[in-house]
């Protein structure tokens, strides 16, 4: 009864256009962010912290950054794991050339080259598509992971090959190292999928946005409506990776806090991101989160039914886990191809006629 | 270039000087040649016609003229000024537009963006603008769909505003795609068999959105289409062709009446 648009009239055009139309819409994101900030941070402890909820802010930036490229402008990527290896590794050589740099900016900055590197990556896209494509961009990813591991600089010929977060504060509280606290990381990443999140929605609803989707849905009306391809599909990868790249500085300096480039940011990591996209709902902000939610959420869940529940081996559950995720994944994709964020669309409409459907 | 004189129709519109002047187009895919050495002019504020069978060659001009191909021989002169060889968009920007001869919508988008796309050649705000939401890009966005508003008036869509238009049946696509191209304001608006599939009564109707955008916005406005009956009666000028060659040109009653169209129309016997 709640959910209506009737009554709820718009009488300016901004008013029509704004991100959530529908009142209970608006309240409830009001509502989440409100939850999110007041009350979570006093609840978290480690296990929470670490086990669900900085993966899956991390990872939502990261869906939301390859949702923008696939989604959105329809160019497939496979590389993302190499480009978060991109960020994570400016943001290791930016802290230890530069100690006073605030670390906001430091994780800005690695953005800011990982999206070069993307663009420099995305050259490709205007001569080939779709799976060739995603082709071409894994090359990036197997590339990316080889230059990391091959050239002592960016690990600073340390012997173990590993890059490690020093510490840095925010503040006066410590965001990355050792002495980090759980609240303080949350509240750092928080903030971060918050202000990316917003500006994604900004430039996905404006007319940037619009090019990208036209260059998706047909490219050759896209350029005779005056869409320029090549400008259109490097910020789109330009872009993307800033938002990838930023999810790879804050999972190597915040959550992991020392990664080693074949491990932390292999081919798999792609497609994690990849799947996160893909189940969620590929062209919406929400399924970026739903993806993300999913795909950190579910093995948590599942681990902790199996072993703390039901009383199951470890190595057992860990094996079941996988053929779950994957059954699960399959069965969503065949009852929803559009992911989560359709499901979730479709519960709307319902909602807005419910309880009287006729 | 001889200074052409202006008229005025019967019906009281005015017709200018040349607005887009082909001269001895030339195109070839390697062997075939799909057009050959053909010039015509399209004024100012007139309706005009391609018309021709099957492959004659007209979507090819459209594509010509557009920038979609580059002729082998020949120039394109627009408003006055020889066209160097371009990108669709960059002519899409000088005030060219056009629909296509299969829909060519962009089907994840609502009606309301499909038509907003139209006005990308108008829209200046920044990346970093966008993504603020602020200053520049939010007061872009009201002002032009307030134009897109007005299209979307004129076309009488308002109730599909914001479906999706993949949901939409086939004349409301047509309609949307016009609508699309008449929000990028044109110059010259290039509509590619724009009744093809519709029935009696939507092809009226589309015809008097032809003839309105014509009159109430002064577009000029050149169109190929198959039903004769239409361009007879819509299109100030008719240009004919057949396998690439131009084979008729002139008022639809000059057209009408000229052997070689006719020829080219119900065949002709061979002695």
């Known amino acids: 009864m709640l959910y209506r648009e009737a009554g709820d009239y718009k009488t300016s055009y901004a008013k029509d256009q704004q991100t959530f139309p529908i009142a209970f819409d608006r309240y409830g994101y009001f509502l989440t962010i409100a939850f999110a900030v007041l009350v979570v941070p006093f609840v978290l402890n480690d296990y929470w912290t670490n086990a669900v909820v900085l993966p899956f802010l991390i990872y939502a930036i990261a869906a939301l950054g390859l949702n923008i490229l696939i989604g959105y402008c329809g160019q497939v990527s496979l590389g993302s794991g190499g480009f ?20 906001v900016f430091v994780i800005l900055l690695s953005g800011g080259i990982t999206a070069l590197v993307g663009i420099l990556f995305g050259l490709p896209s205007l001569r080939i598509k779709g799976f060739y494509l995603a082709v071409a961009t894994l090359a990036a990813q197997f590339f990316l992971v080889w230059l990391f591991n091959k050239v002592p600089w960016f690990y600073n010929y340390s012997a173990s090959g590993q890059i490690s977060a020093p510490e840095r504060s925010l503040f006066g509280f410590a965001v990355t190292g050792a002495n980090a606290n759980p609240a303080t990381s949350y509240l750092f990443c928080l903030g971060f999928v918050f202000v990316m999140a ?18 998706r849905d047909m490219d050759i009306a896209a350029e005779i409506i005056g869409v320029d391809p090549l400008k259109a599909k490097l910020t789109a990868f330009g872009v993307s990776s800033f938002y990838i790249g930023i999810a790879g500085a804050l ?23 990849l799947f996160m996209v893909i189940i969620g709902g590929l062209g919406s902000i929400f399924g970026s989160f739903a993806g993300a939610a999913f795909m950190i959420l579910m093995p948590v869940l599942l681990k902790n039914i199996m072993v703390g529940q039901m ?9 079941f886990q996988f053929v779950i995720v994957g059954g699960l994944i399959i069965i969503f994709l065949i009852v929803e191809p559009h992911g989560l964020a359709q499901l979730w669309r479709l519960a709307k409409e319902k909602l807005r006629l419910w309880p009287f459907p006729h | 270039m001889n200074a052409v004189d202006t008229y005025i129709t019967a019906d009281g519109r005015t017709i200018g000087a040349p607005l887009m002047e082909m001269k001895n187009i030339t ?21 005009r016609a391609i018309i021709g069978p099957n492959g004659a060659g007209k979507s ?31 002519i899409a920007k000088q005030g060219i537009a056009r629909t296509f001869q299969n829909i060519a919508l962009f089907k994840g988008m609502s009606t ?66 016009l609508g699309r191209a008449l929000a990028a304001e044109p110059k010259l608006l290039l509509l590619d068999e724009p009744m093809a599939g519709m029935n009696v009564e939507e092809k009226e109707d589309m015809s008097r959105f032809i003839l309105d955008v014509n009159d109430e916005f002064g577009t000029t406005i050149a169109l190929i289409e198959h039903d004769m009956g239409v361009v007879m009666d819509i299109a100030d000028r008719v240009v004919v062709m057949d396998y690439g060659k131009k084979i008729g040109d002139g008022t639809p009653d000059e057209v009408r009446n000229n052997q070689d169209v006719i020829d080219a129309y119900l065949g002709v016997a061979h002695d």
Do not use: C
Request: no cysteine; charged share 20%; proline share 3%.
């Open chain 1, 251 to 273: 999972l190597f300096a915040v959550y992991l806090g020392a990664a080693e480039v074949g491990e932390a940011f292999g081919i798999e990591k792609s497609f994690l991101i």
């Open chain 2, 112 to 177: 309301l963006d499909n038509i907003m796309t139209g006005r990308l050649t108008h829209m200046k705000s920044g990346l970093f603008s966008q993504m603020a939401w602020w200053g520049g890009a939010q007061t872009e966005e009201v002002a032009n769909r307030a134009i897109v508003e007005k299209v979307i008036d004129f076309l009488e869509i308002q109730a599909i505003r914001k479906t999706p238009v993949g949901r939409l049946p086939y004349g409301f696509q047509k309609r949307v795609e």
């Open chain 2, 27 to 47: 195109l070839r895919f390697g062997g075939v040649t799909a057009i050959q050495d053909i010039s015509f002019d399209i004024r100012e504020g007139e309706v």
């Open chain 2, 60 to 90: 090819s001009m459209l594509n010509v003229i557009n920038g979609f191909y580059h002729p082998q021989e020949g120039e394109v002169w627009f408003r006055g000024k020889k066209r160097l060889a371009m990108k669709p968009h960059q």
């Open chain 1, 311 to 319: 009383g199951w081996p470890t190595d057992l559950a860990s094996h």
């Open chain 1, 84 to 103: 978060m290896a991109v960020g994570a590794y400016a943001s290791y050589k930016l802290m230890t050339a530069f100690p006073d740099l605030n670390i």
């Open chain 1, 198 to 215: 917003w500006a994604a929605r900004n430039m996905t609803r404006g007319a940037n946005g619009r090019k990208w989707m036209a260059i």
